[in-house]
């Protein structure tokens, strides 16, 4: 089993940052990716990007390039989502997930609102 807390979410201007955080606690295999998705009112889930437990390569969708780092620390077995740049459409409740081929494991969330 794992579980993962998400934190970091708040209320910020539009071009302001926020950078959330993904800890992670029980047995995380090496062969597992950390994801994180977003999920806006009204809409459905969107993946933002993926990084490799182990090895750290990242992906990224295409409309998520630019503004969003994703990066992990494996002491800290956190894994953040650096979001530059915000705009309201980028207000959504962020969730992060992890698994190997498929995402298992999913955190509770965490709202970020963007004011214009």
């Known amino acids: 089993q794992v579980q993962l807390v998400e934190s970091g979410g708040g209320l910020v201007q539009a071009g302001g940052s926020l950078r959330l955080s993904c800890a992670a606690s029980?047995?995380?295999?090496?062969?597992?990716?950390m994801g994180w998705f977003r999920r806006a009112p009204g809409k459905e889930r969107e993946f933002i990007a993926h990084?490799?437990?182990?090895?750290?390569?990242?992906y990224y969708a295409d409309s998520m390039k630019g503004r969003f780092t994703i990066s992990r620390d494996n002491a800290k077995n956190t894994v953040y989502l650096q979001m530059n740049s915000l705009k309201p459409e980028d207000t959504a409740v962020y969730y992060c997930?992890?698994?190997?081929?498929?995402?298992?494991?999913w955190g509770q969330g965490t709202q970020v609102t963007v004011s214009s």
């Open positions: 990084i490799k437990w182990s090895g750290g390569s990242t």
């Open positions: 997930a992890a698994g190997s081929e498929t995402y298992i494991y």
């Open positions: 029980g047995r995380i295999f090496s062969n597992y990716v």
